[in-house]
């Protein structure tokens, strides 16, 4: 098993940056890639941003010029920046860690980015 705890969401004005990290803890070793997502009502959960163990990254086309992210640890921690936030970023924001074993997935509780105008 794999716990996942997001922190660092909050609200912010337009223009303006956050970082997100994402902390995991249990098996972590068993984790080969983690990714952020972010999800508004009605709409489907969507990949922001993923990282694998190796360091490769992938962005979604929306807003890879304007986030980045990164590990530590092994991917233990996992931080977002988000850059010259739009209020369309409003959203909950998701660590998702994705197992070597068996397509098991594990997701955090969350957190809240509010982008003011």
């Known amino acids: 098993q794999v716990q996942l705890v997001e922190s660092g969401g909050g609200l912010v004005q337009a223009g303006g940056s956050l970082r997100l990290s994402c902390a995991a803890s249990?098996?972590?070793?068993?984790?080969?890639?983690v990714g952020w997502y972010r999800q508004v009502p009605g709409k489907q959960r969507e990949l922001v941003a993923r990282?694998?163990?190796?360091?490769?990254?992938n962005y979604a086309e929306s807003v890879k010029d304007r986030c980045a992210i990164s590990m530590d640890n092994d991917l233990n921690t996992v931080s977002l920046t988000l850059l010259s936030l739009k209020p369309e970023a409003t959203a909950v924001y998701y660590c998702?860690?994705?197992?070597?074993?068996?397509?098991?997935?594990?997701w955090g509780q969350g957190t809240q980015v509010t982008v003011s105008s």
């Open positions: 990282i694998s163990k190796l360091g490769r990254t």
């Open positions: 249990g098996s972590t070793a068993s984790i080969k890639a």
């Open positions: 998702n860690a994705e197992s070597q074993y068996n397509g098991l997935e594990y």
